[in-house]
């Protein structure tokens, strides 16, 4: 066994051994029984230190280790059963900065408060409360809520995430807890923003598999949106190695996501990777054989890649011509399937799955000098690396890819942009008499035939987008529109006041006085341009659209925008713009590293099983 195995895989691939031969500890001839260490047969220590070439006395002392825990195990759930007091078992992740041992147990009721719990954890390793994140069964456990509401339960699994960890640009502690609250309310107001809005800046559109933008209701979009921004944000804390603050953001987005149907998350392949992620998170913590919840995520993953990519990646392929990109996410997925089938002492089926991520993971492989070649070329290190991979490692037809690629994006842009700016305009427009919005292809038409905008846009309101009858109307009483044209005669805004002698120079012209006053009022008491309307018109004015149907003031009640603070504005600017790669394949780049370090590490561990 190699030299540098942790004294925790000494005692996972110790307690297999035991559990696959059912040696029970904490009986006779081990325990005694008041709880004290019995006999251990010579002949089982040198057995074990063969099989697993480790000196005889690190067996004897981790056999003692396992069966020390397994008695207290058992006095615990006695507690528990007797008096209510769970023991929890903590684990503090990564490199917080504690002055004792990263492991512990906390007894407490279960009807005490996530603060109660994580005051305690803060006490016992010294670190401030504050900067804590604590997670149990795949849930960030909230402060103000009962341990029992939140899916704790005795002998749960607790893992301690310190905001801290890895942050060597933050200047405090509280300042990482702080940027980590304004990033979900820069990410919530962004995410209540509309497509219509004047600010593509602070606008995030969701697109499918191609690029193209999805069309959801609006709250499913808002949910969306949060959950994705949120994903992105922990996704480039996982690219950095923060894989604390990471969690702690991909669990949020975990949660957004779950606000939607069943069906949408299914349907596509985020909400999957999404829990790979996580999953990679308990795996780079040291927690995957701890945490239930990274087995549950693995399964829901793999059937949605099978939904979403099709049985052999045949669905891929015919959406984007190639399936490699993806494969990256494959070696991920065999690799943590691996590991779990390891640790549930499946090991035929571990080192299968191994095998077949090691398989996968070579396929990928990219030449250096040749991702260089194409890098030199002024294209990016992320798109050069996934075309290459798509490309078998052809230079040239990988840039033909990045080219064709390029260009398909481009398209789509163009297209959407030109979308968003008809719909701006219709909001522009105002609505017809009927309530509907201005039809923007009618009204195209008709200002490519030369008529003002303004009074095409009159004439389509007032004849409920009918073509023909605007077309009437702009030909044949073209000064009917000017009475409801014109920006300046909004008679809503207007103080002033209509006198009796004002009313009394349109009368003397022959108008009847209700429809003068009405008139003056509509032209803010300009007596020149009142007569002239009305002359217009025949002593008769048209009605005018409601409020609401004037032009600029055509949002329903759902479609109000939400302007950002200037802080949420900073924020955003800050701490989520960064993080958002333009690339939106940026999360296939995956170097596959770290992916060829664990494989080696647990087919190391696997070997020495065999022996």
Same mark, same amino acid.
């Given at each position: 066994?190699?030299?540098?195995?942790?004294?925790?895989?000494?005692?996972?691939?110790?307690?297999?051994?035991?559990?696959?031969?059912?040696?029970?500890?904490?009986?006779?001839?081990?325990?005694?029984?008041?709880?004290?260490?019995?006999?251990?047969?010579?002949?089982?220590?040198?057995?074990?230190?063969?099989?697993?070439?480790?000196?005889?006395?690190?067996?004897?002392?981790?056999?003692?280790?396992?069966?020390?825990?397994?008695?207290?195990?058992?006095?615990?759930?006695?507690?528990?059963?007797?008096?209510?007091?769970?023991?929890?078992?903590?684990?503090?992740?990564?490199?917080?900065?504690?002055?004792?041992?990263?492991?512990?147990?906390?007894?407490?009721?279960?009807?005490?408060?996530?603060?109660?719990?994580?005051?305690?954890?803060?006490?016992?390793?010294?670190?401030?409360?504050?900067?804590?994140?604590?997670?149990?069964?795949?849930?960030?456990?909230?402060?103000?809520?009962?341990?029992?509401?939140?899916?704790?339960?005795?002998?749960?699994?607790?893992?301690?995430?310190?905001?801290?960890?890895?942050?060597?640009?933050?200047?405090?502690?509280?300042?990482?807890?702080?940027?980590?609250?304004?990033?979900?309310?820069?990410?919530?107001?962004?995410?209540?923003?509309?497509?219509?809005?004047?600010?593509?800046?602070?606008?995030?559109?969701?697109?499918?598999?191609?690029?193209?933008?999805?069309?959801?209701?609006?709250?499913?979009?808002?949910?969306?949106?949060?959950?994705?921004?949120?994903?992105?944000?922990?996704?480039?804390?996982?690219?950095?190695?923060?894989?604390?603050?990471?969690?702690?953001?991909?669990?949020?987005?975990?949660?957004?996501?779950?606000?939607?149907?069943?069906?949408?998350?299914?349907?596509?392949?985020?909400?999957?990777?999404?829990?790979?992620?996580?999953?990679?998170?308990?795996?780079?913590?040291?927690?995957?054989?701890?945490?239930?919840?990274?087995?549950?995520?693995?399964?829901?993953?793999?059937?949605?890649?099978?939904?979403?990519?099709?049985?052999?990646?045949?669905?891929?392929?015919?959406?984007?011509?190639?399936?490699?990109?993806?494969?990256?996410?494959?070696?991920?997925?065999?690799?943590?399937?691996?590991?779990?089938?390891?640790?549930?002492?499946?090991?035929?089926?571990?080192?299968?799955?191994?095998?077949?991520?090691?398989?996968?993971?070579?396929?990928?492989?990219?030449?250096?000098?040749?991702?260089?070649? *194409?890098?030199?070329? $002024? @294209?990016?290190?992320?798109? !050069? /690396?996934?075309? &290459?991979?798509?490309?078998? #490692? =052809?230079?040239?037809?990988?840039?033909?890819?990045?080219?064709?690629?390029?260009?398909?994006?481009?398209?789509?842009?163009?297209?959407?942009?030109?979308?968003?700016?008809?719909?701006?305009?219709?909001?522009?427009?105002?609505?017809?008499?009927?309530?509907?919005?201005?039809?923007?292809?009618?009204?195209?038409?008709?200002?490519?035939?030369?008529?003002?905008?303004?009074?095409?846009?009159?004439?389509?309101?007032?004849?409920?987008?009918?073509?023909?009858?605007?077309?009437?109307?702009?030909?044949?009483?073209?000064?009917?529109?000017?009475?409801?044209?014109?920006?300046?005669?909004?008679?809503?805004?207007?103080?002033?006041?209509?006198?009796?002698?004002?009313?009394?120079? *349109?009368?003397?012209? $022959? @108008?009847?006085?209700?429809? !003068? /006053?009405?008139? &003056?009022?509509?032209?803010? #008491? =300009?007596?020149?341009?009142?007569?002239?309307?009305?002359?217009?018109?025949?002593?008769?004015?048209?009605?005018?659209?409601?409020?609401?149907?004037?032009?600029?003031?055509?949002?329903?009640?759902?479609?109000?925008?939400?302007?950002?603070?200037?802080?949420?504005?900073?924020?955003?600017?800050?701490?989520?713009?960064?993080?958002?790669?333009?690339?939106?394949?940026?999360?296939?780049?995956?170097?596959?590293?770290?992916?060829?370090?664990?494989?080696?590490?647990?087919?190391?561990?696997?070997?020495?099983?065999?022996?």
């Amino acid at each position: 066994m190699a030299s540098n195995v942790t004294e925790e895989e000494i005692l996972d691939l110790l307690r297999q051994q035991l559990n696959s031969e059912k040696i029970k500890l904490w009986l006779s001839p081990y325990t005694l029984e008041d709880g004290a260490a019995g006999e251990y047969p010579e002949a089982l220590i040198v057995k074990y230190s063969s099989s697993l070439n480790l000196p005889k006395e690190v067996i004897a002392e981790a056999i003692e280790n396992l069966r020390q825990h397994a008695v207290a195990k058992l006095a615990a759930r006695k507690k528990f059963q007797q008096q209510g007091i769970a023991t929890l078992k903590v684990k503090l992740s990564g490199n917080t900065d504690s002055n004792g041992s990263k492991t512990f147990d906390v007894e407490m009721k279960l009807d005490a408060s996530g603060f109660d719990l994580k005051k305690r954890i803060s006490d016992q390793s010294k670190i401030p409360a504050e900067i804590l994140k604590l997670i149990s069964c795949g849930h960030v456990i909230e402060d103000d809520r009962q341990l029992s509401h939140q899916w704790v339960r005795h002998n749960s699994q607790v893992m301690v995430i310190c905001l801290s960890e890895g942050e060597m640009e933050a200047r405090s502690q509280e300042e990482q807890a702080s940027r980590l609250a304004r990033t979900k309310d820069a990410a919530q107001a962004l995410a209540n923003r509309k497509e219509d809005s004047d600010h593509d800046n602070y606008f995030i559109q969701i697109a499918d598999q191609d690029g193209k933008p999805l069309e959801l209701p609006d709250g499913e979009r808002r949910a969306l949106s949060m959950a994705m921004m949120l994903n992105e944000k922990g996704r480039a804390c996982l690219k950095r190695k923060q894989y604390g603050e990471a969690l702690v953001l991909l669990l949020e987005a975990d949660g957004a996501f779950k606000l939607c149907r069943s069906e949408i998350l299914t349907a596509v392949d985020n909400y999957a990777v999404l829990c790979l992620d996580i999953v990679w998170c308990y795996l780079c913590l040291e927690n995957v054989s701890e945490l239930p919840d990274a087995e549950s995520r693995l399964t829901m993953c793999q059937d949605c890649f099978r939904r979403s990519y099709g049985d052999n990646l045949e669905r891929l392929a015919g959406i984007k011509g190639d399936s490699s990109r993806e494969l990256a996410l494959y070696v991920r997925l065999y690799l943590l399937q691996g590991i779990l089938a390891f640790y549930h002492q499946q090991h035929n089926l571990a080192l299968t799955l191994l095998n077949k991520a090691e398989t996968t993971l070579n396929s990928l492989q990219v030449d250096e000098s040749k991702l260089m070649q *194409v890098v030199s070329m $002024g @294209f990016d290190i992320s798109e !050069a /690396r996934l075309c &290459l991979r798509a490309a078998g #490692g =052809n230079v040239s037809n990988a840039i033909t890819k990045i080219t064709e690629r390029r260009e398909r994006k481009k398209e789509i842009i163009e297209k959407e942009k030109e979308k968003r700016q008809k719909k701006r305009l219709a909001l522009k427009l105002g609505k017809t008499a009927d309530g509907q919005k201005v039809n923007i292809e009618v009204y195209e038409s008709l200002v490519g035939m030369g008529f003002p905008t303004s009074a095409v846009a009159a004439s389509l309101r007032q004849t409920n987008n009918d073509l023909h009858r605007a077309l009437e109307l702009l030909q044949e009483q073209p000064e009917l529109l000017q009475l409801a044209t014109d920006p300046d005669e909004d008679d809503d805004d207007w103080k002033g006041v209509i006198t009796d002698s004002m009313i009394a120079m *349109v009368t003397e012209v $022959g @108008f009847q006085p209700l429809i !003068a /006053r009405e008139a &003056l009022q509509r032209y803010r #008491g =300009n007596i020149e341009k009142t007569v002239q309307a009305l002359f217009a018109c025949g002593g008769i004015l048209p009605p005018r659209p409601s409020k609401e149907n004037r032009p600029g003031t055509s949002r329903d009640n759902d479609e109000v925008e939400i302007e950002l603070t200037e802080e949420q504005k900073k924020a955003v600017e800050e701490l989520i713009k960064p993080d958002i790669p333009e690339n939106e394949e940026d999360y296939l780049d995956l170097t596959l590293d770290d992916e060829a370090k664990f494989i080696e590490q647990y087919k190391t561990m696997l070997a020495s099983l065999r022996k």
